[in-house]
């Protein structure tokens, strides 16, 4: 035997081990982990619940009917070469309205760069002169002013802030 096949009658679980863009809740998740880890997705196969051995006791089957070949050997399209076995159509992607997904939050981060007001002050003023003037104009106000701001400190004339 070259390989394992797997095979469930949920859609709903066929999708969650297919398909890895939607995060589960941890139940879920935990389960679809475990499964992937030991078995390759494409190994798993949809069966018909027609077709679904398992399922003939939940249909009233009695015990000569659980006798049968299918209860003891499967359904029958396995004796058939892999090319031949019931196909599952494409579902598509699952919906995020299902219970076991994960609601998808849009988070935007903004980082605020630090500003060099010289920079923008220097480029806001294209005529040299203009910018010459205010320039005196600023280091007048500054000379003036009862506050002299430093780096680390804020001083008034020789007191402290």
């Not at 049968?68 to 598509?92: D, H, N, S, T």
């Not at 923008?120 to 002169?129: A, G, I, V």
Request: glycine share 4%.
């Amino acid at each position: 035997m070259d390989r394992s096949c797997f095979w469930t009658d949920s859609t709903l679980v066929w999708q969650y081990i297919n398909h890895e863009e939607r995060r589960f809740h941890v139940f879920v998740a935990n389960r679809v982990t475990e499964i992937r880890s030991r078995s390759n997705p494409s190994d798993w196969h949809h069966v018909p619940m027609k077709e679904n051995p398992a399922d003939d006791c939940s249909r009233g089957l009695d015990p000569e009917g659980l006798q049968a070949r299918r209860w003891q050997q499967g359904p029958e399209f396995l004796l058939l070469p892999p090319g031949k076995w019931p196909r599952l159509e494409a579902l598509g992607t699952l919906p995020q309205t299902d219970p076991e997904v994960k609601a998808a939050y849009n988070v935007m981060i903004t980082e605020e760069t630090p500003r060099d007001v010289w920079q923008e002050f220097l480029q806001h003023h294209s005529d040299y002169k203009q910018l010459i003037r205010r320039v005196a104009l600023l280091r007048a106000f500054f000379r003036r002013s009862p506050l002299i701001v430093t780096r680390r400190r804020c001083v008034k004339r020789n007191r402290s802030c």
